[in-house]
Every structure is written in C-alpha cells, then in structure tokens.
C-alpha cells in the first residue's frame, strides 16, 4: 500500500491470510474519530479481549507468534513499524516478510493470522499506544517467543533508506 504522498506503507512481499486496511478517521472541530474493528467487518475473526501496549521510540517488542490467537493492531498514537515473517510449514508465502508501517498519516488495521512471527519497533517520542483487539484471550502457553536480534526470523532491525 502507497500513500497519494508516495510515502510506502507495505513493503515486502505479500503474506498470505496476512491483511492491512485503512481505517477511517473523522475529525472536526471537536476532535477526531478513529475506527478499528467492527463485528460485521469481513476480517473480523472473533472477540478475545482488547488491550494497549505503548512502545517508546527505538524499542523493539518482539519476537512472537500465536498458535491459535488472530492479532487486529491498530496504532491509536505516534508511529510504529509492525514486521511479520511466515514461515508456516503449509503456507504458499513461507518465508515471506512484510513490513507494515502505522501512524497518523497510515491509520490502517493489520490482521495477523495464527502462526506468524510479528514484532514490533517504536519510532515516535517518546511512545507509541497501540490497540490490539484479539480473538482469544491471552494464554502464554500458546504463544512462541524468540529474541528480536537472534536467528530466528531473518530480519535485522536497524534503519535502513528504502
């Protein structure tokens, strides 16, 4: 997805089961509207419970995949990049990774099936808010964990000029 200022939301390959929609947002001289998820939106799965994470500005939360759990991240404040990796036995995108960016100019929902590694990195001062409405409520036995700099995904997390 590209924004009309050229600015690149996606980058990477696509990953299949893996969506990212805009959303919408109202403003006016009250203040501003941000949609998320709705019950009768197609991508929705299924409600488990909705919490907010903040991440400051360099800081990387990750990784971490879900057995069972469909992720619906929404960034409510400053800017963050999402990072996915498949590398599901079955999936016809194995070993695909995209790279999602949210913020004020990209207010976009990223669905995340089971099974897929994600994190996240903070780039807005001094945090990040955001929401994560989940199918299933969190069970830490269900959830795989690696470290953000070790091998297991093949991504590094450094700055780079596209």
């Known amino acids: 997805m590209t924004l009309p ?4 939301v996606v980058i990477g390959t696509p990953i299949h089961d893996l969506t990212v ?12 509207i941000m949609h998320m998820l709705r019950a ?15 991440i400051y500005r360099d800081v ?3 990784w971490h995949r879900h057995r069972d759990m469909t992720l619906n991240y929404a960034c409510v404040h400053g800017r963050v990049k999402v990072v996915v990796f498949d ?20 207010h976009s929902l990223v669905v995340i099936p089971p099974g897929l590694w994600n994190g996240m990195k903070g780039m807005s001062t001094p945090h990040a808010l955001i929401a994560n409405c989940a199918s299933h409520t ?16 093949p991504y590094d997390w450094a700055v780079r000029n596209h």
Do not use: C, N, Q, W
């Open 5 to 8: 200022d050229g600015t690149h």
């Open 21 to 32: 929609v805009p959303l919408r947002r109202i403003p006016d001289e009250r203040g501003t």
């Open 40 to 54: 009768t939106d197609d991508h929705f799965r299924s409600f488990g419970e909705i919490y907010f994470t903040t």
């Open 60 to 62: 990387v939360k990750g």
């Open 87 to 106: 590398d599901r036995p079955a999936s016809p995108t194995r070993g695909s990774l995209m790279e999602v960016f949210l913020g004020p100019d990209a």
């Open 138 to 153: 969190h069970d830490p036995t269900r959830t795989e964990r690696a470290d953000p700099f070790g091998d297991a995904v």
